[in-house]
Nanobody, 121 residues
Framework: QVQLVESGGGAVQAGGSLRLSCVASGDTFSSYAMGWFRQAPGKERKFVTAISWGGDSTYYVASVKGRFTISRDNAKNTGFLQMNSLKPEDTAVYYC??????????????WGQGTQVTVSS
């Protein structure tokens, strides 16, 4: 079992930056891949990015590639999502996830409670 707690969301203007954090507890964080999903109002939850357990492989959806960077610090049981050049369409609740396999679907077994990101134009 892994418990995940996100932080770092907030409201920014277009072009701004935010850094989300995801602190894990419970099982050994370093043995899990982790990722981020987001859900905009009235829309389904969608995959954004993921990173392998060792941090050597990363995956991004096309719309955030070059603007978002996922990373992790296994010694601190923490994952990060650095979001730059934010756009209004990035507005969503962002969820941290963990699991044994990286997949772009919502089948990850462990989810955080979500953190709101709002980007104004």
């Amino acid at each position: 079992q892994v418990q995940l707690v996100e932080s770092g969301g907030g409201a920014v203007q277009a072009g701004g930056s935010l850094r989300l954090s995801c602190v894990a507890s419970g099982d050994t964080f370093s043995s899990y891949a982790m990722g981020w999903f987001r859900q905009a109002p009235g829309k389904e939850r969608k995959f954004v990015t993921a990173i392998s357990w060792g941090g050597d492989s990363t995956y991004y959806v096309a719309s955030v590639k070059g603007r978002f960077t996922i990373s992790r610090d296994n010694a601190k049981n923490t994952g990060f999502l650095q979001m730059n050049s934010l756009k209004p369409e990035d507005t969503a609740v962002y969820y941290c996830v963990a699991g044994k396999v990286v997949v772009p679907t919502s089948t990850w077994p462990y989810w955080g409670q979500g953190t709101q990101v709002t980007v104004s134009s």
